[in-house]
């Protein structure tokens, strides 16, 4: 049992708040992360113009305002910054959010949790811009969510075995031509997340049901052919989220 020293849930607000900005710094520390790792880059050293070079300052990189005050541009030679900085800092403050408050306001699991989607967020980006999952980024994925387990004593077993043997037997089946190794290490970790075996399987479901419905969307925009790869991790996340939300509601809903 945790202690109610660790709790905010007689400051919902202060909670709100404080997690809302934890996940912004998150964010932009995310947008290096996603930047540079494709590149083969050190994470370490000041932040430069990707067009200019300049070296940003202090004033330039604070989160989400500094994009707002100087009009999505580079001071120095007013390119347009990319959207993505933004939307990943931003989203990345909404996923601590969402972290806090299903954890009851819980600060620890919810640090665990908001740390854990977050960098789900970020193998999204790196798996929909390259098609690559880095291990930087899942291995720390899957140690986290079984920290965040452990908060919910027994360990949970049987949902990350299936998660790993799904994509594993996938893997071996094609010989790596339908899903990578790093997707299975995501379908362990995501069983660690969701720790109920059966919520396991909602969020797989929902993954491929909403991957079939945005690829056929593609397909008849002429924007994809069936041949073209179409990143799945993205899909992963998204039903991962709902499944976090209104897991157990959908599975009554199935059941009655």
Do not use: N
């Not at 940003?56 to 500094?66: F, H, I, M, R, T």
């Not at 452990?150 to 994509?167: E, N, R, S, T, W």
């Not at 179409?230 to 499944?243: C, E, H, Y």
């Amino acid at each position: 049992m945790l202690s109610p020293m660790l709790s905010l849930g007689d400051y919902p607000v202060l909670g709100s708040l404080l997690f809302l900005a934890i996940g912004v710094v998150m964010g932009s520390f995310g947008t290096v992360l996603v930047s540079r790792l494709p590149q083969g880059r050190t994470i370490l050293g000041r932040s430069q113009c990707p067009r200019c070079g300049k070296t940003l300052g202090p004033a330039e990189l604070v989160p989400l305002l500094s994009f707002a005050v100087q009009g999505g541009r580079c001071r120095s030679c007013e390119s347009r910054i990319p959207w993505l900085y933004p939307i990943v800092e931003a989203f990345s403050a909404l996923l601590f959010l969402l972290a806090f408050l299903r954890q009851g306001m819980w600060v620890l699991p919810g640090l665990a949790l908001g740390v854990v989607l977050w960098l789900f967020l970020l193998v999204t980006i790196m798996d929909a811009q390259t098609g690559f999952i880095s291990d930087y980024l899942s291995f720390p994925f899957l140690v986290l969510s079984v920290v965040y387990a452990l908060f919910f004593p027994p360990l949970p077993i049987i949902a990350p075995l299936i998660g790993a043997g799904f994509f594993a037997a996938q893997w071996a089946g094609s010989r790596g031509k339908w899903v990578g190794s790093g997707d299975i290490i995501i379908g362990a970790g995501m069983g660690f997340l969701l720790r109920d075996w059966r919520l396991l399987v909602i969020a797989l479901f929902l993954a491929y049901i909403i991957g079939a419905l945005t690829a056929l969307v593609l397909i008849l925009f002429k924007k994809k052919t069936i041949k073209d790869r179409l990143a799945f991790v993205p899909f992963l996340f998204v039903a991962t989220l709902i499944t976090l939300i209104a897991g157990y509601d959908i599975l009554d809903f199935y059941i009655f």
